[in-house]
Every structure is written in C-alpha cells, then in structure tokens.
C-alpha cells in the first residue's frame, strides 16, 4: 500500500523491456481488414461527432444572441420581430422534468420489485416484456396512444376542454406522462442493473443484524444504486429531451406557452406550449417558419443543454465509481445507438 | 480444503508448547508495555485466561437442514456457551456453515431450504422468535469483509437498535448513538485506527479494518451471540492475529461460535471443538480432547491432514 511513495525503479541507463506492440503481420487477411475496418469506423465516428458540434457551433453562434435566450417568440415573417425562443427553452424544460419526476419513481419501484422479490415470477416474466413494448414502441406511436387516453372526457382536468365538452388531450401533463413511458425503461434497466451487481452478501449482512427485507432495500442497496438511478434518469430526460413527435401531437406546436385557466402552475401543467424540438423543426426550412437562423441558434442550444446532461452523467457515474461504478458503462450497454463517452 | 495448508497437527505441537509451559512470567502480558512487546501468540494466550462464568445460550437438538433433497446436515445436537469459543472444524461440504447460518436462521434466504429439529435460545424455540429479532440477538460476520457503501460511522449506526415511532429514516447523530458506535469500535479494536475520521468512506479500508468493521456492526447490535463464518480466510497472518485476540476477548460477554478451515486457528482460539463431516457431527469436545485425544479415527485423520 505504501509503495505510491516510494515508487520503486531499476538504476538508472539500466535497459527496460517492454512487451512489443501486437503486430498485424502475421495475421490473416481477413482479421487484418476487420482490424483496419474497426480503426476506420472508430476514427469517422469521431469525425461524424466533431462535425455535428463544429457545424452547429459555428452556425449556432453566429445567429445566436442573448436576446433570443430571454425573448418569446412573435408570430413574424421578419426575422428581426419573431423575437427569441424563451417559451421553447421553458417548455423543454417543464416537459423534461415533469416526464423524469413521473418516471424514475415508477421506474426504481419496478426495478427494486423485478430484482429483489420477483413473485410471482411469471408476473415478474410479463412485466419484463411490457417494459420492453414500451421501449421498443416508436414514440410517435406512443403519442398517438396518449392522446386517445388524455381526450378521454373524464381527463379533462388535464387538459383543455372546449366549450362543447370535447377535451382536445393535449397539455404538459399529457407530453409528460407520454415522455416518462420513454424514460422509464431506462431507468429500469440502469438501477436494475446496479441492483444485480451488488453482491448478496451486502443483503446478508443486513440481513445478519435484524433488518428486514424492506428497510434493507430502503437505506442500504437504494443508497448503494444511487449512481445508476442518477445514470438512467439523466439519459431518459435525454431522450425526453430530444423527442419532437410526442411533443407534436400532445402538445401541438403553438409558438409560447398558453396557460388554461389562472392556476399559476396547474393551470400551466394543462396548457400547451413549444418545445425547443418543435421550435427548431418548425422554424427549419422543412417546417412552416422559414427561419432556418432561428432554427440553427436553437439547436445549438439544444445540444448544449444535452451535452451538459451527458457531462452530469458521467460525472456522478465518476461520483459513483469507488462503490462499483460503471454504471454508465452498462447502462449505454442497453443502448447502443449513443457513444459510449468513458472509451 | 486447501491444499495450500501444510499437514497441521505438526504446527500444533510446536505451537503447543509454550501454552503449556509460558515462556514468560505469569501475569507479565498484562500490562500495556508488555502487551505491546508480546508476541501475538503470548497476548492470545494471556487473553486465553479462563472465563470464571460459562453459561449455555444456545442449544441445538437433532438438527437436520437441508437445501432441496440434499440434507446437509444429519442429526446434530450440540450446546453453545457463554464464556466460550465453539469452533466448528471440518471439509468443505461438512455442512459447518449451513449450520451456522441457521442459528440465525440465515438458511431460510436461501430457497428450498429445509429443516427439522430444535435450536433454542436461552430455552426459547428461534423459530419462534420474531425472525428480526432473533438474528439481532444473533448477529453474523462473513467470509468476505462485506461493510455497507456508507461511511464508517454509518456502518455501525445501521446495526443500533431502531426506536419504534422515530423512524430510522434519518438518524440524528445523538451523543447516545456516537457513544454506542465509539463504544462498538472500541469493542472490534477497531477505535483507534479510525477515531478520526468516522466519516471516511468504509470502502477505504484494508481488508482487516473492513473485518473489525464488520465485527463492530454485529456487536452493535448488542447480540447475545455472536457468529463468525471463516472471518479470517480473506485475510493476511496480521490481520488474522489481531482478529483472533479479538475474538478471545470478547467471548465473556458474547457466545460465540466460529467456523473455521484453518485447524491451527481453531486450536488457538477455541475452547470447545466440534468435527463435522459430511453433514455429521463426529466428534465435539474441549479443544484438548479433540486436538490431542480424538475419539475417532475419522477426527484423527483430519486433524492430521490424512484428508480434507
């Protein structure tokens, strides 16, 4: 233990060895092309990656102002009335936070009960692969489910009704419930996984000094998964983040946040409002605004609000590192379609 | 059994020796300056000085447990005393700690477990004892050091009893819970290495620290037993003397029962020895009479290294 201090070395013009690099020669050609193919997609995925940061960067910050960060947007067609995107940063992040708070409670409780009770076990093996339906189901589809649950008559409270009666569906609350369905199989998977990898005795010695099942689960492995629970939130809200479909259709694309009623936050909760997703495509040249400036300076901040969150993630899987850690790593496991940042 | 182990009954004798006939004076290994020249051998055999009151706590009657169709262990009946070290010796597979883990009634974690036969305490069924509460009575310390991710100061508060109608959600920390938790430490011998930080990581510690750690929660827990499961095989010889001194020392206050592979630790620190083999119980007796006077062919054999 003590050897950090004297870290001990060979006399010095003494030669060193050291094991020769893995040479490719000898290989056969076809583990060589599929060695020199792994260096070519690893280094043009970078260079996929560093394009999409320079590219927005450069174009972001040239349109960007700090006007635009604190401004609602106008209905306009000059570019210089239409005003900010205040109302799309406010309402990604209301829909993110309302789609979190709803979902890493739900997803922890299922995790905890899938990973340590399990009974009955077909129940167990159902809710499996409900979790897997729902991660699976493209959101759009998920949308369009929403918003046949929240036009329901007796949902009204949570979002519009019409004078006839009719409730349209579309609220904050409605995007943010519809959003926690896309979280929720992350977090389930993230703190499912921390659960697995703490190993029994932790429960046993619990266990060993007269803790029940519950308190156990409570102030011991829920404290020891906190990093994985903090891993899997934070990517759902990425996703929560990104997703325009969800937001198209149960909360309509209007241009600033539109309250129902003078409640100050329910009556917010059951209007509608942008998104910072819906903003950019609206704006872009394939949406109606034809302000691809705007556009360009939003997505910009966009990705800064989702490189942000992945810096938070790895820095409590960092956090999280001494009491087993890699909870990133597994959890970007699950999904393969983003960059795994810790290499 | 390990193969590593050289063949014990040899060590034995050596080791025997000096207990028989101390090389120092009587009452030489008690004072600090002594104690702290002494050798680790010398001070457990000071600390080896006969407890003046033994008294039965536990009691297990025909005892048979079993995990699916396999029974593992067959008719056991065997008392645990207050006062004394029980070491339970013998091969993998013996069932000796299967039958530890249900003096808790640990066993019943495990799926498919069943059982037959009585253990008491203190005269009283277990399996009739609130299960919580029995295994805060009697409390465990494992194999492998397995202290909670939680500061050190945590660890130990964890195992204090919980006051009904507080909630132990957020646990203020009372002078009444830092006296107990100083209390648990000094207790382990684990106090002084760590007074000042309590704070720190429990994770930090060496594997010994982490073992004493272990030791402390479990006699937080006020028990009236107290179990140890191969508490020294993870460990080095240092860290192994330390914990066996321990262990000498606090079997006045609590009963305790180790399960151990390791013979020559067995012979150190226990007063009474119990040979399991493959699910029964061959032989038990004092320390001496199992060690030096084996009843049975299969005792000798063992403790001479001829299997395990």
């Known amino acids: ?343 | 059994m390990d193969p590593m182990m050289p063949p014990p009954v040899r060590r034995i004798a050596v080791d025997r020796h000096p207990y028989v006939a101390p090389a120092q004076p009587a009452g030489n290994g008690h004072g600090p300056a002594a104690a702290a020249v002494a050798t680790p051998a010398a001070r457990l055999r000071a600390a080896r000085a006969p407890v003046a009151r033994v008294r039965e706590r536990m009691r297990v009657e025909s005892l048979w447990l079993a995990y699916g169709e396999n029974w593992v262990v067959r008719d056991v009946s065997l008392p645990v005393r207050q006062g004394e070290v029980l070491a339970m010796i013998g091969a993998s597979g013996s069932g000796k700690t299967t039958l530890l883990r249900s003096l808790n009634r640990l066993t019943e974690v495990t799926a498919g477990a069943a059982r037959s036969g009585r253990i008491t305490l203190d005269g009283q069924d277990i399996h009739e004892l609130e299960v919580n509460e029995l295994r805060r009575r009697v409390t465990m310390v494992f194999q492998q050091p397995n202290p909670f991710p939680m500061s050190i100061f945590d660890n130990v508060a964890y195992a204090l009893a919980e006051r009904p109608g507080r909630g132990g959600r957020r646990r203020r920390r009372s002078p009444a819970i830092e006296h107990a938790v100083d209390d648990a430490l000094h207790r382990a011998g684990l106090y002084d290495e760590v007074a000042g930080d309590l704070d720190r990581s429990a994770l930090r510690l060496s594997g010994g620290q982490q073992q004493r750690l272990c030791i402390a929660r479990a006699l937080a827990a006020e028990p009236e037993v107290l179990l140890l499961d191969e508490p020294c095989s993870a460990l080095d010889p240092i860290s192994t003397a330390t914990i066996e001194e321990l262990i000498v020392g606090l079997r006045e206050s609590v009963a305790i029962v180790i399960v151990t592979h390791n013979l020559q630790q067995a012979f150190r620190v226990a007063d009474h020895v119990a040979f399991m083999h493959l699910g029964e119980l061959v032989e038990y007796g004092t320390s001496e009479q199992v060690f030096d006077r084996p009843a049975t062919q299969r005792t000798r054999d063992y403790i001479s290294g001829a299997f395990g």
């Open chain 1, 1 to 343: 233990m003590a050897a950090t201090e004297l870290a001990p070395a060979p006399p010095a013009g003494s030669v060193i060895a050291r094991a020769p690099r893995d040479r490719t020669a000898s290989w056969p050609l076809i583990d060589r092309v599929g060695y020199w193919l792994c260096w070519a997609v690893g280094i043009g995925l970078c260079l996929v990656a560093l394009a999409i940061v320079a590219f927005m960067a450069v174009k972001g910050l040239s349109y960007l102002s700090l006007g635009q960060l604190v401004h609602s947007p106008a209905p306009s067609v000059v570019q210089s009335q239409s005003g900010g995107f205040l109302d799309p940063i406010e309402g990604t992040l209301i829909v993110a936070a309302l789609g979190t708070s709803i979902a890493a409670p739900l997803g922890v409780a299922i995790a905890v009960w899938l990973s340590e009770y399990r009974r009955p076990s077909w129940l167990a093996r159902t809710v499996e692969s409900a979790i897997e339906i729902v991660a699976g189901a493209p959101s759009v589809v998920l949308a369009l489910f929403g918003l046949l649950i929240f036009a329901q008559s007796f949902l009204g409270f949570l979002s519009q009704r019409a004078a006839t009666g009719v409730v349209n569906g579309r609220s904050f609350f409605a995007a943010g419930a519809v959003m926690a369905l896309l979280a929720l199989p992350l977090i389930v998977a993230s703190t499912r996984e921390g659960l697995a990898q703490l190993p029994d005795r932790l429960r046993e010695a619990s266990y060993a000094l007269g803790r029940t099942r519950a308190t156990t689960i409570r102030r011991i492995l829920l404290s020891a998964v906190r990093p994985d629970i903090a891993t899997g939130t934070a990517l759902g809200m990425g996703r929560i983040i990104g997703d325009t479909a969800i937001i198209k259709i149960l909360l309509g694309a209007g241009l600033t946040l539109q309250p129902v009623g003078q409640t100050p936050v329910a009556g917010l909760l059951r209007g509608t409002g942008p998104t910072l997703t819906t903003y950019i495509y609206e704006n872009s040249p394939a949406g109606e605004g034809l302000a691809p400036q705007k556009a360009y300076a939003a997505a910009f901040v966009l990705l800064l609000i989702v490189l942000g969150l992945n810096g938070i993630v790895t820095w409590l899987t960092s956090r999280g590192g001494q009491s087993g850690g890699g909870g990133l790593n597994r959890a970007f496991r699950l999904i393969p379609f983003m960059p795994n940042p810790s290499g």
